[in-house]
């Protein structure tokens, strides 16, 4: 099972040492918690034909946690959205055992070990780009990637080039809402990530992202789009 050896995974010094640190140390407002502090592994639904791919885990939020997105700001903002546009079961996402379900979506990140600041190297990257290269070949539905964020983005690029199949960026820019067909027949489409940074200051907005994944939902063919838009997912 290929989430079993992500989380035992020890490819980056760096970022396993930080991980484990952060678990020990904790913070005070999760003192009584049991941080994950490994790899976190993806989340969703196998026969999913949506991917949403984000950066990392965050320090206290999938790190503590073991879910992507699960935990911190930036789920608080995303798991409504995607409850909203019929991805998600639930709008709440606390805890690895909160019975969230995910519905023709699966969510990964490419580094699944939480980085200082947020921030890998360029060898971190790479080390954990096989990772995504194994998912997306068991994703055998999968006709969409939301590449949360700029990282994101470039990371989906940099796994079409490691398939041999785009040979030149040209084109490929990122810009939030813009829509790529790549080379491999995926179409990506591109978000601004809902940290904190984007989302408190108004850069991203709950209308901007749920417009994205409506999106997603409608380009990816997802059959129960049109109960799904019965929510407010109305773009
Ligand atoms: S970031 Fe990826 S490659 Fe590096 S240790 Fe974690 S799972 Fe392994």
Same mark, same amino acid.
């Given at each position: 099972?290929?989430?079993?050896? &992500? ?16 678990a020990?140390m ?14 976190v =592994? ?10 949403a791919? %984000? /950066?990392a ?13 699960t ?8 798991? =409504? ?8 079961s @639930? ?13 023709d979506l ?8 939480? =980085?200082?600041?947020?921030k ?11 990772? /995504?290269?194994?998912? &997306? ?11 949360? $964020?700029? &990282? ?30 790549? =080379?491999? $027949? ?10 904190? @940074?984007?989302?408190?200051?108004g ?8 417009? &994205?994944?409506?999106?997603? %939902?409608?380009?990816? %063919? ?10 407010d %997912?109305?773009?």
């Amino acid at each position: 099972m290929l989430n079993a050896r &992500i989380v035992g995974c020890e490819a980056c010094p760096r970022l396993r040492a930080h991980s484990k640190t952060v678990a020990q140390m904790k913070r005070r407002a999760y003192l009584d918690w049991e941080y994950w502090g490994r790899p976190v =592994p993806s989340f969703g639904d196998e026969k999913a034909r949506v991917l949403a791919l %984000g /950066l990392a885990p965050g320090a206290h939020g999938s790190n503590r946690t073991g879910r992507p997105f699960t935990g911190d700001g930036s789920g608080e903002f995303l798991y =409504p959205v995607l409850h909203a546009a019929g991805f998600a079961s @639930q709008p709440a996402a606390t805890r690895r055992d909160d019975g969230m379900k995910l519905k023709d979506l699966w969510i990964t990140s490419v580094v699944r070990c939480a =980085p200082p600041g947020n921030k890998p190297t360029t060898e971190e990257l790479r080390n954990c780009s096989h990772w /995504l290269d194994e998912e &997306i070949k068991l994703l055998r539905n999968l006709r969409v990637v939301v590449c949360l $964020g700029r &990282i994101a983005f470039d990371g989906l690029l940099a796994y079409e080039a490691r398939a041999a199949r785009l040979t030149s960026r040209a084109g490929f820019v990122f810009a939030h809402g813009a829509e790529h067909k790549l =080379p491999s $027949g995926l179409m990506a489409i591109a978000s601004y990530h809902p940290s904190l @940074q984007n989302t408190n200051t108004g850069r991203l907005t709950r209308a901007m992202l749920l417009k &994205i994944f409506n999106r997603a %939902g409608k380009l990816a %063919g997802c059959e129960e789009f049109g109960m799904r838009r019965g929510r407010d %997912g109305r773009d």
